[in-house]
């Protein structure tokens, strides 16, 4: 999958596994608690805690895949568990993001998920095989924040040591974000402006719609823009729709495929996750790069769902709708200003996982939103 020959031997390159008593990935110091015989196969993360899953100083390497499992999976721990990643001594983390997000779940809630980069197979696990380069060292912390005990935290980090990497080799890197609300006609930030070279790998999308403003009304017209070295007002790269940019069409339902896919969709609740993993269509930049989406909505006459429940025999209980084109809308009433299909600014709640390789250790993305959960 990765361009690797899988029946050649790599010279110099060592196995190595951490785990929570050997989180060194020492030489003949794995699985001796109690003798061998399982002693030490889960710690207790306990809330304000910090701990360290792996850790390499003065060589090269290559994590290569992480599997890590909890026994409490609710919207707290899921989002108040933080994971962080440093490369090569860094003191600001490549990586700070929830362990549910990062995971390839999204919104709190647990699912089943699989596709090139990520899975979680029976939606009780978290697997990630995305390749991640250290040329003098790593580490990976994880923090609870979420006001709770997680009793159980198991985990394997596999990763090599001894790899060879030249000028062109980057290094991975995630970006958190969340609005509740989202700002009305501002784009969401998937990735904010960051200088330097690199290449967009793809975001995890969470969305909880406002039924109460919005109903169960169609939420996806919003276009993927993505800036690439100096655009200004315009994208380069600018998508279609919400659901067009996770390669589907005419709505969305829930469905994984291996480079896209709708792993959450809750009718009902209107709560939605989807994902894009552009590895068969890279997106390199050499200078600078921004990603954003819009927060649009859309109605027709001919979309039965939305006039039985919303527009045509609704009350909107005071809200006002916003045109893309400017004016205000009372859908209600059908007034003249508006011709069907009309496309229309909303306000939720989204966040996004973002995945990213970037020229240089850390970068200046660290930072999480004040409200995560």
Not at 56 to 62: C, P
Not at 105 to 125: D, Q, T, W, Y
Not at 228 to 240: A, R, V, W
């Amino acid at each position: 999958m990765f361009g690797e020959r899988l029946f050649e031997l790599e010279p110099g390159v060592k196995s190595r596994w951490a785990s929570h008593e050997n989180p060194d990935g020492e030489k003949g110091a794995g699985g001796k608690a109690r003798g061998g015989r399982k002693g030490a196969a889960w710690f207790t993360l306990e809330n304000g805690e910090d701990v360290v899953l792996a850790h390499a100083e003065g060589t090269s390497g290559m994590i290569r895949r992480i599997w890590i499992t909890i026994n409490t999976r609710n919207e707290a721990t899921l989002r108040g568990t933080i994971l962080e990643m440093y490369w090569d001594g860094m003191e600001r983390p490549a990586v700070r993001a929830p362990i549910g997000d990062f995971f390839c779940h999204g919104i709190g809630r647990m699912c089943i998920v699989k596709n090139a980069l990520f899975s979680s197979p029976e939606g009780r696990s978290f697997n990630c095989f995305i390749p991640m380069p250290f040329r003098t060292g790593m580490k990976i912390v994880v923090k609870n924040r979420s006001g709770q005990q997680i009793r159980h935290f198991y985990y394997d980090v596999d990763y090599t040591l001894g790899d060879h990497f030249d000028e062109n080799t980057m290094y991975f890197h995630s970006f958190f974000n969340r609005e509740n609300p989202t700002t009305m006609g501002k784009d969401f930030e998937i990735l904010p402006r960051i200088e330097g070279r690199g290449r967009y790998l793809g975001v995890n999308l969470g969305i909880r719609c406002d039924t109460e403003k919005y109903f169960n009304t169609w939420w996806g017209e919003g276009e993927v823009k993505i800036y690439l070295d100096g655009d200004k007002e315009y994208p380069t790269l600018c998508g279609t729709g919400v659901e067009d940019y996770v390669s589907t069409a005419w709505g969305q339902d829930y469905y994984c495929d291996l480079y896209h896919g709708s792993q959450i969709y809750d009718k009902e609740k209107m709560e939605i996750a989807c994902y894009r993993l552009h590895i068969p269509d890279p997106i390199y930049f050499h200078q600078n790069i921004r990603v954003t989406i819009q927060q649009i909505g859309g109605i027709d006459t001919d979309d039965e769902l939305n006039k039985a429940k919303f527009f045509f025999n609704q009350t909107t209980k005071g809200y006002t709708y916003r045109s893309v084109n400017g004016y205000d809308i009372d859908f209600p009433a059908i007034d003249s200003k508006v011709v069907l299909p009309e496309l229309f600014e909303r306000e939720e709640d989204w966040s996004c996982c973002t995945y990213f390789y970037y020229g240089e250790p850390t970068s200046a993305l660290s930072a999480l939103p004040v409200k995560i959960v």
